[in-house]
Nanobody, 126 residues
Framework: QVQLVESGGGLVPAGGSLRLSCAAS????????MGWFRQAPGKEREFVAA????????YYADSVKGRFTISRDNAKNTVYLQMNSLKPEDTAVYYC???????????????????WGQGTQVTVSS
């Protein structure tokens, strides 16, 4: 049973930083692309960032480019999302996600992912 567990959310003032973590378990390797998505109240879940299975390629939504950084530590089966210069519009529940197949490319749409974490709340105050 694949499990993804996010942590690191919280309440920060505008301009602050947070680092989210996503720990994966239930698989024998870490050769899976990973993605971060977010969902604000009343809005669709949207893509934030993705990283290839090797970590060699990363992708970002335009709204977070230059402020957020996705990275991974395959030895720890963990993916991170460093969020700097946070804005009130970044407030949302953040989810990490992973596809079923190993070595698949990083995808920037929800349909590319099969496993989802429970989410962690990020609130940015103005």
């Amino acid at each position: 049973q694949v499990q993804l567990v996010e942590s690191g959310g919280g309440l920060v003032p505008a301009g602050g930083s947070l680092r989210l973590s996503c720990a994966a378990s239930g698989r024998t390797s870490s050769n899976y692309a990973m993605g971060w998505f977010r969902q604000a109240p009343g809005k669709e879940r949207e893509f934030v960032a993705a990283i290839s299975w090797s970590g060699g390629s990363t992708y970002y939504a335009d709204s977070v480019k230059g402020r957020f950084t996705i990275s991974r530590d395959n030895a720890k089966n963990t993916v991170y999302l460093q969020m700097n210069s946070l804005k009130p519009e970044d407030t949302a529940v953040y989810y990490c996600a992973s596809p079923f197949n190993p070595f698949s490319p990083a995808i920037m749409t929800r349909k590319g992912y099969d496993y989802w974490g429970q989410g962690t709340q990020v609130t940015v105050s103005s």
